[in-house]
C-alpha cells in the first residue's frame, strides 16, 4: 500500500521513535515537561518540512508522508505525535497556503525546519464546536495602521514552548449584513499584551505544550492579517479538514500501539498456568484490535490519497477522523483490560495510550461534529 | 577529499539469527537483514568530513543481490554514489578473500581514506580494516573514537581498554571507527527520495580481474568445521557476606576490568 519512499520513511520513523522516543517519553509525561530534545531530532530529521516544498526549507514530500510520520511517532507516544501534527497542520500550514509572499518569507523557513513552532487559535473559553462564536476581536486602528487585539483563546497547542514563535489568531475583524466577518491575524510570541497562561492540567498529552492565552490591547502590523480579511472562517476550515486525516493517521498509530503492546504482553503473561495469549478470549479482542486498526488505516489513506490527488476529500476526512477516534479509544480500552492491573500503571505505555485516547475524540471537531459533516455532506 | 565507505549487511543482532545447515554460512533467509551497526558511524563520521572539508563519498559494498536495500539506505543518509561488488562466486568467501576483493575494488576508487566500522556485529573479526590498510599499502588507524582531519594528516584516538591512544599518520589511510565516535543521522525523506537516484556501480569479480577460485569456498582460508548454539546462560556467582563479601566484589570486578 505505501509506496517505497513512503515504506523507507515509515521505518526511519519507526526506528527514531523505538530508540529515542520510547526510553524517555514516560517520564516527560510523569513531569509534564516538553520534549524539546526529541523534538530538535525531528527537525534534524525533516519531518516538519515533510509536506513543503524546497523552495522554503521543505522535504518536497506531500501531506500524506506527513500522515505516515505522524502514525509511526503516535504508536510509541501521542504527545510528539501532536507536537508535529499541529506544528505543521495548524501552525505552518495555513501560513503556507494563505500568507503573503512577505508572511511565508518571514516565517516559514523556520517553521519548515522544525527550528520554531507556530501555533494555530481557534478555540476559546466560550465557543470551540461553533467555532463562528469567535468573540475575540481585532480592530485595525488607521492612525497606526495597526490591528488591536482583545479576547482569549483556550487549549491552545505548541503556543508556549521556549521555540514557539508565532500564533495564528482567528478574530471578529467587523460585521457584514448582520455576519461576523472572521479574519485570522499572525501574533508574534512576545508581542506586548499577549500572554501565554500556564499550562493545562492534562488528563492526556502530558509531554504536549496546551495554554489559555489572553489578549489585551495587543497591537500587530496590518500587515500581519493572514492572506484575506474576512476569509478567516474559509480558512480554518480547509484548515480543520486536512488536519482532519493527520489526527486520523494519529489515532491509527494509537490504535496500532495498542495492538503491539497487547501482542508482547499476551506472550510473556502467564495466568493459571499458560500464557494468557492462549485464551481465546485475548485472542479476539486482539483480532478485534488489528482489524479496527487496519480499517482506520484504510480511510486515511483514503482520504490523504484524494486530497494529494487533488480530489474532493472532505467527507472521508470526516470519516477517517471519525472511525479512527472511536476506534483507537475502544483499542486503549481493551489493551488495557489485557494487561490487567499493570494496564492501570502509568509505567506501561498502554496507560499513556489509554489516557491519551479520549481526546482524539474532540480535538479538531468532535465526533458530533463529524457526523453533522458527513449528513451535510450527504445532502442532509 | 575522496571517502569510501565499507558497508555490510549483516542479520539483525537484536534478532534470532542462524547458520546454515548445509554450509555453515549467515542464513540470511531467516534474519532480518540490516547495515552493520558500526558502519552507520563510518558513514556518519565520512559525512561530516565532507561538510567540513568538501570532497565525495562513496558506499563500497561486497554482497549478495539483497545487499541493495542496505545499499540503498546508506545512501538515503546522504553518500554521493555506491559500488556494490556482486557475484554468486564470492559465497563462502574467508575474511582473507574478502579483502582481496575489496581492495582491488577500492584501487578502482582510488580513496584518500577509507573508513569502515571497526567490527561487524555478525563476525566480530576486527581484521579487515588491518588486511586492507596492507594490501592498498595505506596507513591503518583502527579503532577510533574521535578523528580529525588537517590536510593530509589524520590523527585518531584510538579507543583502548585502558583509555586511548593518540595515532597519526597521512592519507592514505584506513580508519575504522567505534560506536563512541558520534551519533549517526537519521535519513530524511528528501534523503530518502534523492537516495533513488544516485548511481549504484556494479562490479562482477571479472571487473576486478579476480578468479573465482581466489575466493569462495574454494579459495577460503578458514573453514567452519562445526557450529552449535550458545548454551543458556549459566546463573550468575553468588557471593555470601562473611566479613569477606567486600574483598570479593572487588576481586570479581577487576577480574571482570571494571576498575
Ligand atoms: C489538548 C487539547 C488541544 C487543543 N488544541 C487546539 C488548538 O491548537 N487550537 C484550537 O483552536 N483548539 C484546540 N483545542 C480545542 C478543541 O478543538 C475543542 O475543544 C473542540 O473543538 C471542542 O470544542 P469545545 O471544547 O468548545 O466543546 P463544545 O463545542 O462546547 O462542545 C461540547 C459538546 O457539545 C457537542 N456539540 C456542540 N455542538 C453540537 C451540535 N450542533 N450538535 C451536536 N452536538 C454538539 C460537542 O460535540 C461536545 O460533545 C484543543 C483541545 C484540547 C483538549
Known amino acids: 500500500m505505501l509506496n517505497e519512499e513512503q515504506e523507507a520513511l515509515r521505518q526511519t520513523v519507526a526506528e527514531f521513535a523505538h530508540e529515542v522516543v520510547a526510553p524517555v517519553i514516560a517520564e516527560h509525561y510523569e513531569k509534564h515537561t516538553f520534549p524539546y530534545d526529541i523534538i530538535r531530532q525531528m527537525s534534524k530529521m525533516g519531518l516538519f518540512g515533510l509536506p513543503f516544498p524546497e523552495q522554503y526549507g521543505g522535504m518536497g514530500g506531500d501531506y500524506f508522508a506527513l500522515c505516515v510520520a505522524i502514525e509511526e511517532l503516535a504508536r510509541v507516544d501521542s504527545s510528539v505525535a501532536i507536537t508535529l501534527e499541529a506544528a505543521v497542520s495548524l501552525g505552518a500550514m495555513p501560513i503556507y497556503r494563505f500568507g503573503t509572499e512577505e508572511q511565508k518569507a518571514t516565517w516559514l523557513p523556520q517553521l519548515v525546519t522544525g527550528e520554531a513552532l507556530a501555533a494555530f487559535g481557534l478555540t476559546e473559553p466560550g465557543f470551540g464546536s461553533d467555532a463562528g462564536g469567535a468573540q475575540t476581536r481585532a480592530v485595525l486602528d488607521k492612525a497606526s495602521n495597526e490591528w488591536v487585539i482583545n479576547g482569549s483563546k483556550a487549549f491552545i497547542t505548541n503556543s508556549g514552548t521556549d521555540v514557539t514563535v508565532v500564533v495564528a489568531v482567528a478574530a471578529v475583524t467587523g460585521e457584514t449584513d448582520g455576519r461576523k466577518e472572521i479574519s485570522i491575524i499572525l501574533v508574534p510570541s512576545g508581542t506586548p499584551g499577549f500572554h501565554v497562561q500556564p499550562g493545562y492540567s492534562k488528563v492526556g498529552w502530558c509531554a504536549s505544550d496546551t495554554h489559555e492565552l489572553t489578549f489585551d490591547d495587543v497591537r500587530v502590523p496590518a500587515a500581519n492579517l493572514l492572506g484575506n480579511r474576512g476569509r478567516g472562517f474559509a480558512q480554518f476550515l480547509q484548515t480543520l479538514d486536512e488536519g482532519r486525516i493527520a489526527i486520523a493517521a494519529l489515532a491509527t498509530g494509537l490504535a496500532q500501539g495498542c495492538v503491539d503492546e497487547s501482542l508482547r504482553y499476551a506472550k510473556q503473561r502467564h495466568a493459571f498456568g499458560q500464557p494468557i495469549g492462549n485464551f481465546q478470549a485475548i485472542q479476539f479482542k486482539i483480532a478485534d484490535m488489528e482489524v479496527r486498526t487496519h480499517t482506520a488505516r484504510l480511510a486515511w489513506h483514503d482520504a490523504a490519497a484524494r486530497l494529494v490527488r487533488g480530489a474532493d476529500f472532505k467527507r472521508q476526512a470526516a470519516i477517517a477522523k471519525l472511525h479512527a477516534s472511536e476506534i483507537a479509544v475502544t483499542n486503549a480500552r481493551e489493551a488495557t483490560q489485557i494487561h490487567g492491573g499493570y494496564g492501570f500503571m502509568n509505567e506501561f505505555p498502554v496507560a499513556r495510550f489509554w489516557r491519551d485516547s479520549k481526546i482524539l475524540e474532540i480535538g479538531e471537531g468532535t465526533s458530533e461534529v463529524q457526523r453533522m459533516v458527513i449528513a451535510r455532506d450527504l445532502g442532509l | ?259
Open chain 2, 1 to 259: 577529499m575522496k571517502i569510501v565507505v565499507l558497508v555490510k549487511q549483516v542479520p539483525d543482532s537484536g534478532a534470532e539469527r542462524n547458520l546454515r545447515s548445509d554450509d555453515s554460512t549467515v542464513d540470511r533467509d531467516s534474519a532480518n537483514n540490516v547495515i552493520n551497526e558500526m558502519d552507520e558511524y563510518a558513514i556518519e563520521e565520512a559525512l561530516k568530513l565532507r561538510e567540513a572539508h568538501g570532497g565525495e563519498v562513496t558506499i563500497l559494498t561486497m554482497g549478495p543481490e539483497r545487499a541493495a536495500e542496505s545499499i540503498r539506505k546508506a545512501l538515503s543518509m546522504g553518500p554521493d554514489k555506491a559500488v556494490h561488488v556482486l557475484d554468486d562466486a564470492l559465497h563462502g568467501s574467508c575474511a582473507l578473500a574478502t579483502s582481496k576483493v575489496l581492495a582491488a575494488a577500492l584501487k578502482t576508487l582510488e580513496p584518500d581514506l577509507v573508513i569502515a566500522g571497526a567490527e561487524s556485529t555478525d563476525a566480530r573479526g576486527q581484521v579487515l580494516p588491518h588486511m586492507l590498510a596492507e594490501r592498498l599499502g595505506a596507513a591503518a588507524l583502527t579503532g577510533a573514537r574521535k578523528l580529525t582531519v588537517d590536510g593530509a594528516t589524520l590523527t585518531i584516538e584510538r579507543q583502548t581498554e585502558e583509555g586511548y591512544e593518540v595515532v597519526t599518520a597521512s592519507t592514505p589511510a584506513v580508519v575504522s571507527v567505534w560506536d563512541t565516535i558520534n551519533e549517526p543521522r537519521y535519513p530524511s525523506f528528501k534523503g530518502i527520495m534523492e537516495a533513488k537516484k544516485k548511481p549504484v556501480q556494479t562490479l562482477s569479480l571479472g571487473d576486478l580481474g579476480i578468479d573465482a577460485g581466489e575466493v569462495g569456498f574454494g579459495g577460503a582460508s578458514t573453514a567452519v568445521v562445526e557450529h552449535a548454539r550458545r548454551p543458556p546462560r549459566q546463573g550468575g556467582t553468588r557471593v555470601n557476606d562473611d566479613g569477606e563479601g567486600g574483598v570479593k566484589l572487588v576481586e570479581f570486578l577487576v577480574s571482570e576490568k571494571f576498575v
